[in-house]
């Protein structure tokens, strides 16, 4: 794991990009797992996917067996899906829970907040206690978890930050978005998976340079030479646009917008460290929830939010899918390249390439963030490597 580390260093110190080596590597893949995403806050997915009391969702996320329990106080929480007993995982299917939570290996019983209820036969034939065996002391690991304007997060780790403090700095840049206003369109929904590394994903969205050439379709509502770069921070890193000619023309106009809408939020979207793109622009706002499955596989969950109740209704069904249905081609536009920039990895001559800093400043500041939380220690802390202030804004004009 050290020795991996090491691979980030020159693009901390050096403001070199990641080595080939970074995107091929399982043992790469492995050390970001533990480092970056077992040690943040991921999101994971969203409190509607639990919309029932007693709902029942597993998933894996990091490779790790999870389980989203909506208890009958419509608390929402994650626990590690388990078993204390030997280790078998309690359910491989959404389901809605009438009772308890039964493991398919002994039957042990779980309530939703994850307590022992039943140890059937523990003691022997027809004898349900053990002394050996504390039933009180019995539950299911419940993983941290917290909400944000619907997303579900979690903290594998159990030590970064409170939630609050890590989701303080792109709360303050997006302003006062009303959670209230927040309606998913959960027919829009799209999950999809492609042959490239997660990092590829999130290089390419912080940067427009691309937009002439692999977006000609956007680059007519919303032009590179429009756009500046974010550099945020450590938490996240976005761009925006003076001017997005599809809110004021064309199909895709006529949904209602953000009621906090500012000049400077019109259209701004970010990439929230480490695995979040989330994109409130004046109309809509879309969610790409990133999940690496390995070196060169990735898999996305594409949702969409609307603001208000007005916005949902039926006379708008169409606008809500032109704008999902346009998010939906650039997003594929961009996976294309991706998986382009994937192969041309494992190429020996490519050792980093480089930055083309007035349009690509947010990706070198993506390899640096990166460096600075793999690199980090008890002693040394990311913020500590990688000092702020960053120069925040950078008008490519
Ligand atoms: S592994 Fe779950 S009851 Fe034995
Ligand atoms: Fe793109």
Not at 111 to 118: E, F, M, N, P, Y
Not at 222 to 237: A, E
Not at 240 to 269: F, I, K
Not at 330 to 346: H, L
Request: proline residues 6%; charged residues 25%.
């Amino acid at each position: 794991m050290e020795a991996v580390k090491e691979l980030y260093r020159p693009s901390l110190e050096q403001s070199r990009g990641l080595p080939a080596e970074a995107y091929l590597s399982d043992a790469v893949f492995d050390a970001e797992t533990r480092q970056l995403f077992y040690k943040s806050w991921l999101c994971i997915g969203a409190v509607h996917d639990v919309p029932e009391d007693g709902d029942i969702k597993p998933l894996t996320y990091a490779g790790i067996p999870l389980l989203i329990v909506r208890d009958r106080n419509s608390e929402v929480r994650v626990f590690h899906n388990v078993c204390p007993h030997r280790g078998a995982t309690l359910t491989d299917k959404p389901e809605n829970c009438r009772g308890n939570i039964v493991c398919p290996y002994h039957a042990w019983a779980f309530d939703l907040q994850g307590k022992s209820v039943r140890m059937p036969h523990v003691g022997g034939a027809g004898v349900h206690s053990y002394e050996g065996i504390d039933k009180d002391r019995v539950a299911l690991s419940e993983v941290r978890s917290a909400h944000w304007y619907g997303l579900l997060f979690i903290n594998i780790s159990g030590d970064a930050v409170a939630f609050a403090d890590f989701i303080a700095p792109i709360q303050e840049r997006i302003g006062a978005l009303d959670p209230e206003s927040i309606r998913y369109d959960k027919d829009l929904s799209v999950r999809m998976s492609f042959n490239a590394n997660w990092k590829l994903v999130v290089e390419n969205f912080v940067e427009s340079y691309h937009v002439p050439g692999v977006h000609p379709e956007l680059e007519k509502v919303n032009p590179m030479r429009d756009h500046f770069q974010i550099l945020g921070g450590h938490s996240y890193i976005g761009q925006g646009g003076t001017a997005y000619a599809a809110l004021e023309e064309s199909e895709y106009a006529g949904l209602p917008e953000r009621a906090d809408l500012t000049e400077a939020s019109y259209y701004e979207v970010f990439y929230i460290y480490p695995n979040l793109i989330f994109g409130p622009v004046a109309n809509f706002c879309f969610v790409i929830i990133v999940d690496p499955q390995s070196p060169d596989t990735t898999n996305e969950r594409i949702e969409f939010i609307f603001y208000g109740d007005e916005a949902m209704a039926g006379k708008h069904k169409q606008l809500r899918k032109n704008n999902a249905d346009f998010l939906q081609l650039v997003n594929s536009q961009d996976i294309n390249v991706c998986e382009k920039a994937q192969r041309g990895r494992r190429s020996p001559a490519y050792v980093g390439g480089m930055f083309a800093l007035p349009q690509e400043a947010t990706g070198l500041h993506f390899a640096k963030l990166l460096a600075a939380k793999m690199l980090e220690t008890d002693d040394k802390k990311a913020e500590d490597l990688l000092p702020l202030p960053v120069e925040n804004i950078y008008h490519p004009n």
